[in-house]
């Protein structure tokens, strides 16, 4: 993974996770950099979002290590976390209520934070409004910014814009620019080439619960190491 000079956040040696009696996920061995955004991309069933709950410790591996900051992964660790998964879960009250939930949460009930994250994905508008009257695109956004508004070290997302349209993508996509930019780390799965191109400083290639290939963006999309990469860059079936 590229050394941006800063101390790596995450650490993962010889990381499985079996289910079913089957291996899901094989043995991995992953730094991942502090600063910028990390895409961990592949064909479906690669793994990825399995990856991505075992990194924020909602799933238990089988074996192997998670370390934070060189230090094993603890509750400590997850409190500085956030997640936006693919489908967002909201609570059945107002906009606004969802983000002071979560603010409860941290013992933070100042309602500048609460305007500062809704404005950040075009939502102050809609405070009052019951989160479950919003579209889908809307609910994705309010969820993004429930995650935001506990200021998270590391923003864990898990395809977020699978169902939304061109317009709402481009909402999240900008939300998460300006998150990097502010400093946050935000890793982030997606099998969509085109999104990868867009937000990736660093991607993580996966394959059968395996990692293929790790690298800057540029230089991943430009020469592909990997057959399994260079398959899926043309749209070709990754068997």
Not at 131 to 150: F, I, N, W
Request: proline share 5%; aromatic share 6%; net charge neutral.
């Amino acid at each position: 993974m590229p050394d941006t000079g800063a101390m790596l956040p995450v650490q993962v040696s010889g990381l499985s996770y079996h289910a079913g009696g089957r291996t899901l996920i094989d043995q991995i061995d992953l730094e991942i950099a502090s600063k910028g955004i990390t895409v961990i991309m592949g064909p479906n069933g690669a793994g990825k979002s399995l990856l991505l709950r075992l990194l924020h410790g909602l799933l238990p591996p089988t074996s192997g290590s998670i370390r934070w900051d060189g230090q094993p992964a603890s509750d400590a660790h997850r409190r500085r976390q956030a997640m936006v998964f693919q489908r967002p879960v909201l609570l059945r009250r107002s906009v606004a209520a969802n983000i002071e939930f979560a603010l409860d949460l941290h013992g933070n009930q100042d309602p500048a934070r609460r305007d500062t994250v809704l404005s950040a994905v075009d939502l102050l508008d809609y405070a009052a409004q019951p989160a479950r009257r919003l579209s889908g695109g809307e609910q994705q956004r309010l969820a993004l910014a429930r995650a935001l508004a506990t200021d998270p070290e590391v923003l864990f997302l898990d395809e977020p814009t699978a169902n939304l349209d061109p317009a709402a993508t481009a909402v999240i996509e900008a939300a998460v620019g300006r998150i990097r930019d502010a400093g946050t780390k935000a890793v982030f799965v997606t099998h969509d080439i085109g999104q990868a191109r867009r937000l990736a400083d660093d991607i993580v290639f996966m394959h059968r619960g395996r990692i293929c290939e790790t690298g800057y963006a540029v230089t991943f999309f430009d020469t592909p190491r990997t057959s399994e990469a260079q398959q899926f860059l043309q749209g070709e079936l990754v068997l």
